[in-house]
């Protein structure tokens, strides 16, 4: 099922697009790759704007430093999501020197007065709010403003964000998507020319008195929309948080954290998170007769968690599905779930019947199963049989969630999937030997008196969340085997 969606083989991965930004998430909305928290002034206005000697360009947070968190989220936006899937040729140097020379020509500008040239690189709200500023400024002031590149001495890129909305009022309406970077520059006027004379500034130089009235900082927030069809260049944006504004470091308003949110596509389905599966080295065993339970279907036999899936599966649960996909949806819960889904249908395969599974099984699934069922034996069905109290070890293998854009119309809804592999060890006859009061042992798995009674299971599970479409969770993998089977092999 949905071959032409999944990365399950980790040779043909498909691409993907996300990131985020900020706004609150309606009942509507998809929501963020990544919650997004910005700095914002405790007041609307500095308590006294007179004393300012360079009064801010938009209402926006004053941002100075870069924090540890952030840098570790932009990264892994960046190398796992942007760079792979959304733009293969984005370098963040490269970015940062296109921001610098963005910077040096949105600046001399203001530093002119003149706003007229810049609708290429200011979003409509912004030059507005940035023009009625710039008419209040001295001309003095606006001198205060003009940066050039050479004069950077440290600039950093503060967030990285995905944007989506679903928020269009239709639903075939397409999925909007921006890419977001939030750049903070910090600039020493007349820094080039120090260096053109060979001189050096102190490292500590925003302590320095003589320095500290030279420096500026600049915060720039760069968006560009990825919707599908719509792709944009980069600009200075405002929209819902107004972001452009240069002050004086020693100058800073209070500030207190929010947390708010929204991001882009290309015509091709994409996975919030890469998937990549273990795959088999051959297509059967290489001597598939000698297996007391044979495969039901072609599909790797996973046994044990990995802890780079377990940290992803508990970041995408967390900052992803609970508080933007399904705000109801529990982990433990799911788990509880899929176990009574375990005995279900092994006690229909255990049977040879599978018309009764339609609600449970994709059909996909249910078709190569029957065709397994139908060779094995009356005894090899049996070992399939697992009921819930048997399972003494499960866990989620891996959690996606999956996006598909190729429809072909650009006002086609873009569809979305969340995808749970879930495995189970089981131990036959576990729930009469616990009604006994007998605890088998730790090491059962090398046992030979428990190894035959063990089995493993694993289940994919997959759920719709297209707009307008959701549906109930349903398997399109199913396999059992016996670990003595692996060891044999």
């Known amino acids: 099922m949905l071959r032409n969606l999944w990365a399950f083989r980790s040779h043909q991965r498909v691409p993907v697009h996300r990131i985020h930004r900020s706004r609150p998430r309606s009942s509507t909305q ?24 360079l009064p801010p360009l938009m209402d926006f947070p004053e941002i100075v430093w870069p924090t540890v968190f952030k840098s570790m989220r932009n990264w892994i936006l960046v190398n796992f999501i942007i760079r792979p899937y959304i733009d293969r040729e984005f370098s963040m140097p490269d970015f940062v020197l296109g921001a610098k020379q963005a910077l040096q020509a949105v600046s001399t500008k203001l530093s002119d007065g003149d706003t007229t040239d810049l609708t290429d690189l200011l979003s409509r709200e912004c030059a507005t709010e940035i023009t009625a500023s ?117 100058q800073r308003v209070p500030v207190h954290w929010i947390h708010r949110s929204r991001p882009r596509s290309s015509t091709q389905c994409g996975i919030l ?92 699934c249910a078709t190569e199963i029957t065709a397994s069922i139908r060779k094995m034996s009356v005894a090899q069905r049996h070992e399939i049989r697992v009921i819930k109290e048997d399972v003494y070890f499960s866990f989620p293998y891996q959690v996606g969630i999956i996006f598909d854009d190729d429809s072909g119309e650009e006002t086609a809804a873009q569809k979305r999937w969340v995808e749970i592999t879930m495995i189970f060890h089981a131990l036959r006859g576990l729930r009469d030997m616990q009604e006994r009061g007998e605890t088998p042992p730790i090491n059962l798995g090398l046992l030979p008196d428990y190894r035959d009674k063990i089995s493993i299971c694993n289940y994919r599970f997959i759920k719709e969340f297209t707009k307008g479409k959701e549906s109930d969770w349903t398997i399109n993998v199913v396999n059992h085997f016996k670990p003595n089977d692996l060891l044999d092999e």
């Open 273 to 364: 998170w890469n998937s990549s599966r273990a795959v088999s080295t051959n297509d059967t065993p290489s001597d598939q007769k000698k297996r007391s339970l044979p495969p039901l279907m072609d599909f790797p036999e996973i046994v044990w968690p990995t802890v780079f899936k377990s940290m992803r599966n508990w970041i995408l649960v967390n900052f992803i599905i609970r508080p933007y996909i399904d705000r109801e949806f529990s982990m433990p819960d799911f788990v509880l779930g899929a176990k009574q889904a375990l005995q279900a249908v092994s006690t229909k395969l255990s049977d040879g019947d599978t018309t009764d599974l339609t609600d449970l099984l994709s059909r996909e």
């Open 134 to 250: 710039i008419r209040k400024m001295s001309v003095a002031q606006r001198h205060e403003i003009r940066v050039i590149k050479e004069d950077v001495y440290f600039s950093f890129p503060y967030q990285v964000g995905i944007i989506f909305d679903d928020d269009s009022g239709e639903e075939t309406a397409a999925q909007k998507r921006w890419v977001e970077i939030t750049m903070i520059f910090h600039a020493l006027r007349g820094l080039r020319d120090m260096q053109e004379r060979g001189e050096t500034p102190p490292i500590n130089l925003g302590l320095l008195p003589d320095y500290r009235d030279k420096i500026s900082i600049c915060n720039y927030r760069f968006i560009k929309e990825f919707t599908k069809g719509k792709e944009s260049d980069w600009t200075i944006n405002v929209r819902m948080l107004r972001n452009l504004w240069a002050f004086r470091s020693h």
């Open 30 to 53: 998809c929501g963020i790759l990544w919650d997004s928290s910005r700095a914002v002034s405790t007041n609307d206005t500095p308590s006294d704007p007179k004393k300012r000697s």
